[in-house]
């Protein structure tokens, strides 16, 4: 019986050495190493570099296209810049254009006031640029004229000055130690002759001799302007030498007359009603220069 052929084993055997061999001396492509493992490449997206481009091209964009509030703040500027140039030529306008010059002065309010002589105080700092016009000076100048009591100063637009001024009100006429007379306000102050046109006037007298005739006077208005409105309606006359010797006349209901010793201007209202309280006493003298202790007479 005949046996059938078979493949040589010492082939096979060698072949199969060959492959072993090749695989622990020489791994192909694809299968896996018995030694060190091989690492592994990182990721393309943690790479240092590309990160570092991208991060690049965002501060390039912001810088290219500007930042809102950037924007903002450059309109801001440009706006305010020609502002200030408008408002630079309007100003340039209204100190140089000559139709914005003074050229006109305008008095208000007055009554025995010459307005001549108010205009021509004004006038001495009432010229050039309407804008610049120094109210404060021209009413210091207007309230220097006899008989203004206040003024006031407005622009009137495009070239005028009006002056509106408040006269002061005639109380007294004071007659002076050397016979000549002057019309007083209230506080004192020597008025235009033209005050006492219409106006009712208390007669006040310097008598002789005096060696304070404007401290006479002066004591005289403030004891004036301090009677209570029955003993200023029924005095007739105040005469003083000095600021302490101040004396009233007044005229009684009956037709008689009393003199009163005021003495200085102090204490007015108690002397007042001490006065008042002694009107009926017997005697044509009331002393009330000490007027806790007064005298009849």
């Known amino acids: 019986m005949a046996t059938p052929p078979t493949a040589p084993a010492p082939r096979q055997a060698k072949s199969s050495a060959s492959t072993a061999e090749g695989t622990l001396t020489r791994p192909t492509q694809g299968s896996r190493s018995v030694g060190r493992p091989r690492p592994e490449p990182a990721p393309a997206e943690e790479t240092p570099a590309r990160g570092r481009v991208v991060e690049a091209a965002d501060r390039f964009r912001e810088l290219v296209t500007g930042r809102p509030w950037r924007r903002r703040r450059r309109q801001m500027i440009a706006s305010l810049a020609g502002l200030a140039l408008v408002l630079g030529a309007a100003l340039a306008a209204a100190v140089f254009l000559p139709a914005l010059q003074i050229a006109r002065i305008d008095v208000q309010g007055t009554g025995y006031v010459d307005p001549a002589a108010v205009e021509q105080a004004a006038a001495q700092q009432a010229h050039g640029p309407l804008l610049l016009l120094p109210a ?4 210091a100048d207007v309230e220097a004229v006899p008989g203004v009591s206040t003024a006031e100063v407005e622009r009137s637009w495009p ?3 009006v002056v509106t001024v408040t006269e002061g009100t005639p109380v007294a006429q004071l007659k002076r130690s050397n016979g000549t007379t002057a019309i007083l306000d209230s506080t004192g102050e020597e008025l235009p002759e033209a005050a006492a046109d219409g106006a009712s006037l208390m007669p006040l007298a310097i008598t002789t001799p005096s060696a304070d ?4 006077a002066a004591a005289m208005i403030a004891v004036l302007e301090t009677l209570p409105d ?6 007739t006359e105040i005469t003083a030498s000095s600021d302490a010797d101040v004396t009233l006349t ?6 008689g007359t009393k003199t009163v010793v005021w003495g200085d201007a102090e204490d007015a ?3 007042a009603d001490v006065v008042q309280a002694l009107l009926g ?5 009331i002393d009330v220069s000490s007027p806790v202790a007064p005298v009849t007479r």
């Open 136 to 139: 404060h000076q021209i009413r």
């Open 159 to 161: 070239d005028g000055v």
């Open 213 to 216: 005739p404007e401290g006479a």
């Open 230 to 235: 029955p003993l200023r309606g029924a005095t």
């Open 250 to 255: 007044l005229q009684l209901e009956d037709g």
């Open 269 to 271: 209202a108690l002397k």
């Open 281 to 285: 006493e017997p005697g044509s003298v």
